[in-house]
């Protein structure tokens, strides 16, 4: 059984500071692309960050210089830093096998709110 679990997600104030881990299971960790996106209210789902097999990052505009996405032994996880209000959504962890593209799992997302 595929699983990804998102934590590390929170309240914080403006120009704080979050890591997200994603750890998973049941899927063959180095054959998967590994994304984060973030959906916020009335918005529609967006890519925040993904890291292919072999390391290759990519970035939102929006989050680029703030934002580092790595990745471990079965886990993946998203540094923020310089949090702001636009950065306040869900966000969900996402696997996609590298060849077979549309094979993907998702996990069921983590809440970061950034208020003062």
């Known amino acids: 059984q595929v699983q990804l679990v998102e934590s590390g997600g929170g309240l914080v104030d403006p120009g704080e500071s979050l890591r997200l881990t994603c750890a998973t299971s049941?899927?063959?960790?180095?054959?998967?692309?590994m994304h984060w996106y973030r959906q916020a209210p009335g918005k529609q789902r967006e890519l925040v960050a993904g890291?292919?097999?072999?390391?290759y990052t990519r970035y939102a505009d929006s989050v680029k210089g703030r934002f580092t996405i790595s990745r471990s032994t079965a886990q993946v996880y998203l540094d923020m830093n310089s949090l702001n209000v636009e950065d306040t959504a869900v966000y969900y962890c996402?696997?996609?096998?590298?060849?077979?593209?549309?094979?993907?799992?998702w996990g069921e997302g983590t809440q970061v709110t950034v208020s003062s």
């Open positions: 996402n696997a996609q096998h590298a060849l077979r593209t549309q094979v993907q799992y």
């Open positions: 049941g899927i063959v960790f180095t054959t998967y692309n």
């Open positions: 890291i292919g097999t072999g390391g």
